[in-house]
């Protein structure tokens, strides 16, 4: 396949409140899955981040914009939303909560082999054994007779992984996939997604607010702040060269090897700050049509209280940001960070 497996174009999801204005969850938000390749959304909690993950599993109706499967457009009939599960497939943050305990490992993975075609009732309980093997969960036939509470979370995580390669999908949405998991086995779970990735030529999406995993397991990375991209890029070019101010906060809030205390010192008084401006901002309920970050923005200047537009820092590496449009005014109280040649 040469284009994208899975594409979206200007998505834009708004819900309904109780009282006050339509909250826009996701705005405008345009990106490419392709295969072999794993995207990464980071962003803290409420940028938006999972509500593009539900929007792109089917699960939930956008506003607007349109999801291209295959170079297709994808409608939300039935028959479509169908054919569209068999290519697109899900790993939500917490592994129990999306097994059964009712049901057993067998009964998670051969009803979407069954369902999707993908076995018969002759050779299913095969597949299913070579479904746990792929994910390295052995010995299959015992793991297949076993209930989610006898499973460790990893290991429940696995059987969500093998169900969700059930119907040989070509796109692969991990939302938080180890967030809920012990520290300790993260790791070989992000591993063994990415080898499935390469061995099966998916095409993956993987959720994070983990900026160190997004950058060794991803290609290229989007930024997102309350629901707006607000930087893209190539993975180890938005690290190194964070070119947002909000990525350069999340950047200072990641460990850093080597850091003196000084400098800590320094990140953890640039945090309290930026925790101080978003809990005002969140305190507000106007929405306006400025830079959303500006409460929280080190940099802010009036231009900001109109709305940036994405501007190239380096190849392929896009941020919207006024500080990137034109040089910072002389009587800004910051400096503007130097635009790279
Ligand atoms: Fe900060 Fe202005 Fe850039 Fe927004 S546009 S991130 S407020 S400098």
Not at 121 to 141: I, Q, W
Request: charge should be positive.
């Amino acid at each position: 396949m040469t284009g994208p497996a899975l594409e979206v174009r200007r998505l834009t999801v708004d819900f309904a409140q109780r009282s006050g204005p339509r909250l826009r969850a996701v705005d405008d938000v345009s990106l490419a899955l392709r295969s072999g390749k794993t995207l990464a959304l980071v962003g803290e909690s409420g940028s938006g981040k999972s509500t593009i993950v539900r929007a792109l599993g089917r699960l939930m109706k956008p506003s607007a914009g349109e999801i291209l499967l295959g170079g297709k457009v994808s409608t939300l009939h039935r028959s479509d939303v169908r054919e569209y599960r068999r290519h697109v497939q899900l790993v939500f943050q917490d592994p129990f909560a999306s097994l059964n305990p009712a049901h057993t490992v067998a009964h998670h993975l051969a009803r979407p082999l069954l369902l999707h075609g993908r076995a018969t009732r002759h050779d299913v309980t095969g597949k299913v054994d070579e479904l746990l093997r792929s994910v390295n969960l052995v010995p299959a036939g015992d793991v297949a007779r076993m209930y989610p509470h006898e499973l460790s979370g990893g290991q429940r995580q696995r059987v969500a992984i093998a169900r969700a390669l059930a119907p040989a999908p070509d796109v692969l949405l991990a939302d938080e996939p180890v967030s809920m998991l012990d520290v300790s086995i993260r790791l070989e779970i992000l591993n063994l997604l990415d080898d499935l990735k390469s061995q099966r030529d998916l095409a993956m999406l993987y959720v994070t607010h983990d900026l160190a995993t997004a950058r060794h397991f991803s290609s290229e990375i989007i930024v997102m702040y309350r629901g707006e991209i607000v930087e893209r890029g190539p993975s180890d070019e938005v690290i190194l060269h964070p070119a947002h101010p909000y990525t350069q906060l999340l950047a200072s809030a990641a460990p850093m090897p080597g850091a003196t205390r000084a400098s800590l010192a320094a990140a953890r008084g640039t945090r309290q700050k930026a925790r101080a401006a978003r809990d005002a901002e969140r305190r507000e309920v106007t929405v306006d049509a400025g830079c959303k970050f500006r409460r929280r923005c080190l940099h802010a200047m009036p231009e900001c209280s109109t709305r940036p537009c994405d501007v190239e820092t380096a190849p392929g590496h896009t941020a919207r940001c006024w500080l990137y449009v034109k040089a910072a005014p002389p009587d800004a109280d910051v400096a503007a960070p130097t635009r790279r040649g």
